[in-house]
């Protein structure tokens, strides 16, 4: 008699995996993590060669961020209302088309930078509403002792390419320019098209979609601050995405070319290093599988992003700033694994998407933060503003770890929400 998957999978390393939809989707997710990575660092060349500005270099980031908040919840309602398959093949042909759009204008020498950045905002978009859709569907294909080991191996497919692609694209980069290497990168878009056409899985109808949009989105935000546990996940990454994180959407290619000299291909190399971080500890939580102490790790990994990130800034040594990197991309890894496992394990299924896209929201406001940032390292230089907002954000970190019980607790206090959450659900 053959033992059902379910079983081994409680046995094994990566049971997730064990899940064949999940599998399906994952193995997509690989496809999709590289063209993040090309269009990364493809845009925030491109624009770096244009103007050379980094003021409009946090422009960039503050466009990923407005579609983020503007279509972001939007996206998380959708997810909540209609089949989260269908909605994933609707923003993955959309991102395709605008991936292949953008990269054939800059390939034929139309480089205007309104029509470029209205291009990158119509992608964000769609990205904005796909990943409140992603994470709300992982959940439905495995089982729930499985969702944290899911959120880590999701995140080592979505992160671990930056280990690699930084290289390929900085060379891409360098060779064909970034026009090229955007039309390189729909192949991934194309990767994850088909991994959504071989999922066995199919939508259920939702109670939320008879109702009008805006009162789905009402009733998301309504259970959110009734949950102090998620609103402090969500305030601490917030400030680790405001000011830290921000400086990775598109500040710090001038901080690699006028700081560290750096051309596309020689920071490709150093970028490496932050996604060998990435990949070490994502795939690390999914190896464990079993990690129980997932709001400790949170916290440590928050406040050790901005303090390695300190001693990037201060870093004159490649090496040593390589290193410092490395510690980054894993501290920042840990801590978005870990923050995420503890909101799917305390959210029930109605209301995940829009609770994953206010989730995500943070990251948006810190994206917008960006042409604050831009602004001031016009003004004040790219050393001084890197080195001074990092500063900030390890020391409002500590601050918050040490006034707030419920982050000092973090683990015990989410045990108490989804043992609430179950004697709701009981009722």
């Not at 930084?166 to 991994?195: E, K, Q, R």
């Amino acid at each position: 008699m053959n033992e059902p998957e379910s079983a081994i999978a409680d046995r094994v390393r990566f049971p997730a995996l064990y899940t064949r939809d999940f599998r399906v989707l994952w193995i997509g997710m690989v496809f999709a993590s590289g063209t993040l990575a090309f269009q990364y660092y493809a845009q925030m060349w491109l624009i770096y060669s244009i103007t050379g500005s980094a003021w409009i270099l946090g422009g960039l980031g503050a466009v990923r961020g407005l579609a983020t908040l503007l279509f972001g919840l939007y996206g998380g309602a959708l997810a909540d209302r209609m089949d989260r398959r269908k909605l994933l093949f609707v923003t993955e042909i959309v991102a395709l088309i605008v991936a292949a759009a953008l990269g054939l204008m800059v390939v034929l020498g139309f480089t205007s930078l309104p029509v470029i950045f209205f291009l990158i905002f119509i992608g964000a978009a769609a990205g904005s509403i796909d990943a409140p859709i992603r994470q709300a569907l992982i959940p439905e294909l495995v089982p729930e002792r499985h969702i944290p080991n899911a959120v880590a191996l999701t995140t080592a497919a979505m992160m671990g390419s930056f280990a690699v692609t930084p290289i390929l694209a900085g060379f891409v980069i360098d060779g064909i320019g970034p026009g090229g290497a955007y039309l390189v990168s729909t192949l991934g878009n194309v990767g994850i098209l088909v991994a959504l056409m071989l999922l066995r899985y199919r939508g259920e109808p939702r109670a939320a979609r008879h109702e009008p949009v805006w009162v789905t989105i009402h009733s998301g935000i309504s259970y959110v601050r009734g949950q102090s546990v998620i609103l402090w996940i969500i305030l601490l990454g917030f400030i680790t995405g405001a000011f830290g994180f921000t400086l990775f959407h598109g500040l710090i290619a001038k901080w690699a070319g006028d700081v560290l000299g750096m051309a596309p291909g020689q920071y490709g190399l150093l970028a490496a290093t932050w996604g060998v971080g990435t990949l070490a500890a994502s795939w690390f939580m999914s190896w464990r599988g079993d990690i129980r102490r997932h709001g400790r790790i949170f916290v440590i990994g928050s406040f050790l992003f901005g303090l390695s990130f300190l001693a990037f800034g201060l870093a004159r040594s490649i090496p040593l700033a390589g290193l410092a990197y490395l510690i980054n991309g894993a501290a920042w890894t840990a801590a978005s694994i870990s923050g995420t496992a503890l909101v799917q394990q305390i959210v029930p299924n109605e209301v995940r998407g829009r609770v994953m896209s206010l989730f995500m929201l943070s990251g948006a406001i810190a994206q917008v933060n960006a042409l604050l940032l831009g602004f001031g390292a016009d003004l004040i230089g790219m050393e001084t503003l890197l080195i001074g907002s990092t500063i900030l954000c390890t020391v409002l970190v500590a601050v918050v770890i040490v006034l707030v019980p419920t982050l000092r607790h973090l683990d015990r206090a989410t045990g108490q929400a989804v043992r609430m959450r179950d004697n709701v659900s009981a009722s």
